[in-house]
């Protein structure tokens, strides 16, 4: 079992930066992606920025040039820096990991398995 504990969330105005950060507790032995994401009320859950386990780096294309999202492994810890940030970016962040490849005695084998943090709010006032 693993648990994600998003914090760092607030309310800034408009072009103003916020820092977040998500701490991963549990068995973490497994290659894993890690990744961002947000939701608006009434809207859906949508990809922000992540790392994967093989280190490639991804972002939303409203996001790019604003946000930076890094990994410290040995803290098991994944931020997010969000600058220039825009109303539009109000919503609920939440953290995501999702097991790639995991260890047994006899080698690996592939997880699929996910977990989601329970969220912090950035609010962005114009």
């Known amino acids: 079992r693993v648990e994600l504990v998003e914090s760092g969330g607030g309310s800034v105005k408009a072009g103003g930066s916020l820092s977040l950060s998500c701490v991963a507790s549990?068995?973490?032995?497994?290659?894993?992606?890690m990744g961002w994401y947000r939701q608006s009320p009434g809207e859906e859950r949508e990809f922000v920025s992540g790392?994967?386990?093989?280190?490639?780096?991804k972002y939303a294309d409203s996001v790019k040039g604003r946000f930076t999202v890094s990994l410290d492994n040995d803290k098991g810890a994944l931020y997010l820096q969000m600058n220039s940030l825009k109303p539009e970016d109000t919503a609920t962040y939440y953290c995501k990991i999702m097991f790639v490849m995991c260890p047994y005695a006899g080698g690996q084998y592939y997880s699929g398995e996910e977990y989601w943090g329970k969220g912090t709010l950035v609010t962005i006032s114009s």
């Open positions: 790392i994967d386990y093989d280190g490639s780096v």
């Open positions: 549990g068995d973490t032995s497994c290659t894993r992606n």
